[in-house]
């Protein structure tokens, strides 16, 4: 398993924890994960992440009227949205570097 994998696999379990339990400054670790998750996009994939990561923060609350597990699944879906966006912010900076550079 190499190091990118093992970096989303933390970052999409931390997340998925902070979701379901109150753990101060999460949001903080979040954010931070998800630059590091950016990080490791590969430039084929960018197009790729971005629309799952507009489409996740448009669709993250669609689950909420679900009976009992409703809540549950959106505060995931909210968290691992806060996640992609963080690092949709490094695949930004990251395709701007690659387009100013000669």
Known sequence: MD???IVRLVAILFAV???LVAIPQSAVVIAVLG???GWFVE?????N??????????VHGALSPIPVVGGYLTDILASLSSLANAGACTVIVMTIIDRIKP
Request: proline fraction near 0%; charged fraction near 20%.
């Open 35 to 37: 630059l590091v998750v």
């Open 43 to 47: 430039e084929d994939r960018r197009i």
């Open 49 to 58: 992440y971005m629309l799952f990561t507009l489409t996740l923060a448009l």
């Open 17 to 19: 924890v902070a979701a």
């Open 3 to 5: 190091l990118a994998k």
